[in-house]
């Protein structure tokens, strides 16, 4: 047997209670995919969505629902040995890459300012582009359960927002293009442990930029990422359930008790219907 046939074989027996049900109940609670889509797997090199790429393999293999992939690799700058691990990742894994070149980590660099959400913004503009030229209707990003928690304590403790990660959103710009989170109920630990357990090793971000404005004189990360996940890990001490809870909030937003809101980018107060009553204590 093949390595990757191996690896394949532990996807959906080892792993079908923390990976695979949770990757095939997100395409089901959110309509990730239809009949008829042609979808761009985007490929960074790391270990989630080369783990996504993997489990879109086993979705066409054992799915009724007909549609097509491409597995999309994007170049933004890596160096020749970044580039050449995740060539050979995709080959031990069976996964047959396109790979296209883009010089985004020069222009971030040059940009200065915020470079993981330059970086990350423009990435987005060019895969939907590659993506669209391929004849592809929907890209799918290797966000996770984790990522979306963290995403939500960030924009509430930095941007003075409650915002989260929508398991799927339509471009703006590019008409007709849709962005999917087939992960989005996967947690990070068992991706790692799936990485683990096969022996993998992936990229971690390999834009040197980065890793050198994130690393203090001490030593430790300056990234909001990580202290989102230090967070979460301290109030998980507090409330074992603390993360599944912030998960679950992002899924029952209580409109009746909010101050103000947006909706289709437009401002909405809760004085709109208070005069008519729709605001009442329940003592």
Same mark, same amino acid.
């Given at each position: 047997?093949?390595?990757?046939?191996?690896?394949?074989?532990?996807?959906?027996?080892?792993?079908?209670?923390?990976?695979?049900?949770?990757?095939?109940?997100?395409?089901?609670?959110? =309509?990730?995919?239809? =009949?008829?889509?042609?979808?761009?797997?985007?490929?960074?090199?790391?270990?989630?969505?080369?783990?996504?790429?993997?489990?879109?393999?086993?979705?066409?293999?054992?799915?009724?629902?007909?549609?097509?992939?491409?597995?999309?690799?994007?170049?933004?700058?890596?160096?020749?040995? +970044?580039?050449?691990?995740?060539?050979? +990742?995709?080959?031990?894994?069976?996964?047959?890459?396109?790979?296209?070149?883009? =010089?985004?980590?020069?222009?971030?660099?040059?940009?200065?300012?915020?470079?993981?959400?330059?970086?990350?913004?423009?990435?987005?503009?060019?895969?939907?582009?590659?993506?669209?030229?391929?004849?592809?209707?929907?890209?799918?990003?290797?966000?996770?359960?984790?990522?979306?928690?963290?995403?939500?304590?960030?924009?509430?403790?930095?941007?003075?927002?409650?915002?989260?990660?929508?398991?799927?959103?339509?471009?703006?710009?590019?008409?007709?293009?849709?962005?999917?989170?087939?992960?989005?109920?996967?947690?990070?630990?068992?991706?790692?442990?799936?990485?683990?357990?096969?022996?993998?090793?992936?990229?971690?971000?390999?834009?040197?930029?980065?890793?050198?404005?994130?690393?203090? =004189?001490?030593?430790?990360? +300056?990234?909001?990422?990580?202290?989102?996940?230090?967070?979460?890990?301290?109030?998980?001490?507090?409330?074992?359930?603390?993360?599944?809870?912030?998960?679950?909030?992002?899924?029952?937003?209580?409109?009746?008790?909010?101050?103000?809101?947006?909706?289709?980018?437009?401002?909405?107060?809760?004085?709109?219907?208070?005069?008519?009553?729709?605001?009442?204590?329940?003592?």
């Amino acid at each position: 047997m093949e390595r990757y046939e191996e690896i394949e074989r532990a996807l959906i027996k080892d792993y079908r209670k923390k990976i695979w049900r949770p990757f095939l109940s997100a395409l089901k609670d959110y =309509d990730l995919v239809k =009949d008829g889509d042609r979808i761009a797997v985007c490929i960074s090199g790391g270990k989630d969505s080369m783990l996504l790429a993997k489990c879109m393999q086993e979705l066409k293999r054992h799915s009724p629902t007909d549609f097509e992939l491409t597995f999309l690799v994007m170049d933004p700058g890596y160096t020749d040995r +970044n580039l050449q691990r995740i060539k050979d +990742n995709a080959a031990l894994l069976n996964i047959p890459i396109e790979i296209f070149t883009t =010089d985004i980590f020069s222009a971030v660099v040059e940009m200065g300012g915020s470079p993981c959400y330059m970086c990350a913004k423009m990435r987005r503009g060019y895969l939907y582009r590659e993506a669209q030229r391929r004849g592809c209707n929907k890209i799918a990003l290797g966000h996770h359960y984790d990522d979306v928690i963290e995403t939500t304590l960030m924009s509430l403790i930095y941007g003075g927002q409650i915002q989260s990660m929508p398991p799927k959103l339509h471009s703006d710009n590019v008409p007709g293009m849709e962005l999917i989170r087939p992960l989005y109920k996967v947690r990070e630990e068992q991706i790692i442990r799936w990485r683990d357990d096969n022996e993998l090793e992936f990229l971690q971000c390999a834009c040197k930029f980065t890793e050198e404005r994130y690393i203090r =004189d001490d030593g430790r990360s +300056n990234s909001k990422r990580l202290e989102m996940k230090g967070l979460v890990k301290y109030l998980t001490m507090l409330n074992p359930t603390a993360d599944r809870c912030i998960f679950r909030a992002t899924h029952n937003v209580s409109l009746d008790t909010m101050v103000r809101w947006k909706h289709h980018g437009v401002e909405h107060t809760f004085l709109e219907e208070y005069d008519d009553g729709a605001y009442r204590s329940d003592e």
